[in-house]
């Protein structure tokens, strides 16, 4: 029962360039969520995607970054013309389903994103 | 608007001793939950113990207890006899039973000397 799968672990990507991160949730999980962690601080929410839909996108930044949650294959984060402010570690997390309290969230190992 | 304050940005500790993290949230939902979670240097989030808020008992997992004050709005976590292994990031983050995310803290930086 594998967990949370998250690739690649780390990314160096020129300025410029495109970084797709990828999320495999865990089996019988259908919803996800990205998250980036600055160096020195904690979690951020990103984005909240179900299957085939972008639920809530309320903490993705308006231009280069995109979030598809396909009905086969993992959830895909899309940075576009990466800034070195972009570096920072991605995590995934996918949940069985919301509005139940004690479904904490299972954490992919993240993807640590360096432009260079 | 939903906050999580972690005020010990380091902590040390020594081994085989219990060490309490405090964590302090805000939130106007009645109906929330929360967590904390361990970052090691190797970087995955390992879950450890959850609260719900109507919960009247203290969490307990293991070695890790939640302590629970509602009026007060605090949830510190407590890690009793104190292991190496412990070294780490610790967070504390909530969710509102009617969101989608978690809120995290800034974290607390735990180091076990021998």
């Known amino acids: 029962n594998a967990g949370v799968m998250q690739n690649p672990r780390h990314l160096v990507r020129r300025r410029g360039q495109e970084a797709r991160l990828r999320c495999s949730p865990m089996?019988?999980?259908?919803?996800v969520y990205w998250y980036r962690q600055l160096p020195e601080e904690g979690l951020k929410f990103m984005v909240y995607?179900?299957?085939?839909?972008?639920?809530?996108e309320s903490g993705m930044p308006k231009e280069r970054f995109s979030a598809e949650f396909p009905k086969e294959g993992p959830s895909i984060l899309r940075i576009q013309q990466v800034v070195r402010g972009d570096s920072a570690a991605y995590f995934c997390?996918?949940?069985?389903?919301?509005?139940?309290?004690?479904?904490?969230?299972?954490f992919g190992q993240g993807t640590r994103l360096t432009v260079v | 608007a939903q906050k999580i304050t972690q005020t010990q940005p380091g902590m040390f500790v020594q081994e085989k001793e219990a060490v309490t993290l405090d964590c302090t949230y805000d939130?106007?939902?009645?109906?929330?939950?929360l967590f904390w979670y361990k970052q090691p240097s190797s970087g995955e989030m390992i879950f450890l113990i959850y609260?719900?808020?109507?919960?009247?008992q203290n969490a307990t997992e293991g070695r890790y207890s939640l302590n629970f004050q509602k009026a007060r709005k605090s949830a510190n976590l407590v890690i009793s006899a104190s292991q190496l292994g412990d070294s780490a990031m610790y967070f504390c983050?909530?969710?509102?039973?009617?969101?989608?995310?978690?809120?995290f803290g800034t974290g607390t930086s735990l180091t076990v000397i021998p």
């Open positions: 609260q719900g808020s109507y919960d009247e």
């Open positions: 995607l179900q299957k085939e839909n972008i639920i809530d």
């Open positions: 939130t106007s939902d009645q109906s929330y939950g």
């Open positions: 089996k019988g999980h259908s919803h």
């Open positions: 997390a996918s949940s069985p389903r919301t509005g139940y309290l004690n479904t904490e969230a299972f």
């Open positions: 983050a909530m969710r509102p039973y009617t969101g989608n995310q978690f809120y």
